[in-house]
T-cell receptor
Framework: DSGVTQTPKHLITATGQRVTLRCSPR?????VYWYQQSLDQGLQFLIQ???????AKGNILERFSAQQFPDLHSELNLSSLELGDSALYFC???????????????FGAGTRLSVL | QQQVKQSPQSLIVQKGGISIINCAYE??????FPWYQQFPGKGPALLIA?????SEKKEGRFTISFNKSAKQFSLHIMDSQPGDSATYFC???????????????FGSGTQLTVLP
């Protein structure tokens, strides 16, 4: 068990809808990362937050957004969903604040999103 | 560039054999190179990692070899076991001071099957 909790485990929705994925990082971890895993694109970085602030953006669509709350949990919001958004979405967390250790990212079990 | 190229895409090894997975990168700013192991239905889990100031790191049956001049690194699994059957991802990232460690850039993954 990595200590990173993602909910829900599975999500089935229709095109055009909006969903929210939730992530609780490991206790004490300040950085949260979101990744998308699909068969054709592999594991792709979406966005990173550190202690509530956005730190880096990757291949995240404008229809997607995220935030990190004061209690450090994070939510990834996906809107106007398309069939191609069907994928596994992973959250990872890292400690931050300690040089050398903060690269170690611990992944949750993921949320499998199916857009029908 | 940010790409990390991984090969082979799939690998079949007999029990007790050596599994070797290779990765190459282009961005010389990368300074942290982890390998992740992923079982079906699970999130990636850190297996072993190396920084470019060493050429080899060994943890149990797992060894990373790193060639800085060639910008290549590889994972060797000695005495491969059926329980090692999983997907392996190499990755790379850039370290930084508190909170600035960047996202992982993943290779495309290698599906390893160890036959009993």
């Amino acid at each position: 068990d990595s200590g990173v909790t993602q909910t829900p485990k599975h999500l089935i929705t229709a095109t055009g809808q909006r969903v929210t994925l939730r992530c609780s990082p490991r206790s004490g971890d300040l950085s949260v990362y979101w990744y998308q895993q699909s068969l054709d694109q592999g594991l792709q970085f979406l966005i990173q937050y550190y202690n509530g602030e956005e730190r880096a953006k990757g291949n995240i669509l404008e229809r997607f957004s995220a935030q990190q709350f004061p209690d450090l949990h994070s939510e990834l919001n996906l809107s106007s969903l398309e069939l191609g958004d069907s994928a596994l979405y992973f959250c990872a967390s890292s400690v931050g604040g300690v040089w050398g250790n903060e690269n170690i990212q611990y992944f949750g079990a993921g949320t499998r999103l199916s857009v029908l | 560039q940010q790409q990390v190229k991984q090969s082979p895409q799939s690998l079949i090894v007999q029990k007790g054999g050596i599994s070797i997975i290779n990765c190459a990168y282009e961005n010389t700013a990368f300074d942290y190179f982890p390998w992740y192991q992923q079982f079906p239905g699970k999130g990636p889990a850190l297996l072993i990692a190396i920084r470019p100031d060493v050429s080899e790191k060994k943890e149990g049956r797992f060894t990373i070899s790193f060639n800085k001049s060639a910008k290549q690194f590889s994972l060797h699994i000695m005495d491969s076991q059926p329980g090692d059957s999983a997907t392996y991802f190499c990755a790379a990232s850039i370290s930084g001071p508190s909170g600035s460690a960047r996202q992982l850039t993943f290779g495309s993954g290698t599906q390893l099957t160890v036959l009993p």
